[in-house]
Nanobody
Framework: QVQFVESGGGLVQPGGSLRLSCTAS????????VAWFRRAPGKEREAVAC???????FYARSLKGRFTISREAANNTMYLQMNNLEPDDTAVYYCAANDELCVFVETYYKYWGRGTQVTVSS
């Protein structure tokens, strides 16, 4: 059974940073394309970043280079480093994985975490 446990969310002031973690069991993150999505209040879920099997990363253009996706095989965990956070980054953030492509389409992803809340506010 595949399970993702997310952590690292919380309340942060504008301009601050957070690092989200997503630890997997039941699969090896190195064997999959992994991604982070988010759902802001009143909006549809959108892709933030993904990383393919060759560790090449792709990001939503709206992020302007503020986020970094990574993964660590030793602890079977994927990360999302978020810097210079803005109020519009407030959302529930989800990790996901699929055994095919790194794409910004949520229907491609078979495995999902339950989400972690990020709130950016002064």
């Amino acid at each position: 059974q595949v399970q993702f446990v997310e952590s690292g969310g919380g309340l942060v002031q504008p301009g601050g940073s957070l690092r989200l973690s997503c630890t997997a069991s039941g699969l090896k993150v190195d064997d999959y394309s992994v991604a982070w999505f988010r759902r802001a209040p009143g909006k549809e879920r959108e892709a933030v970043a993904c990383m393919n099997g060759g560790d090449k990363a792709f990001y939503a253009r709206s992020l302007k280079g503020r986020f970094t996706i990574s993964r660590e095989a030793a602890n079977n965990t994927m990360y999302l480093q978020m810097n210079n956070l803005e109020p519009d980054d407030t959302a529930v953030y989800y990790c996901a994985a699929n055994d095919e492509l790194c794409v910004f389409v949520e229907t491609y992803y078979k495995y999902w975490g339950r989400g972690t809340q990020v709130t950016v506010s002064s």
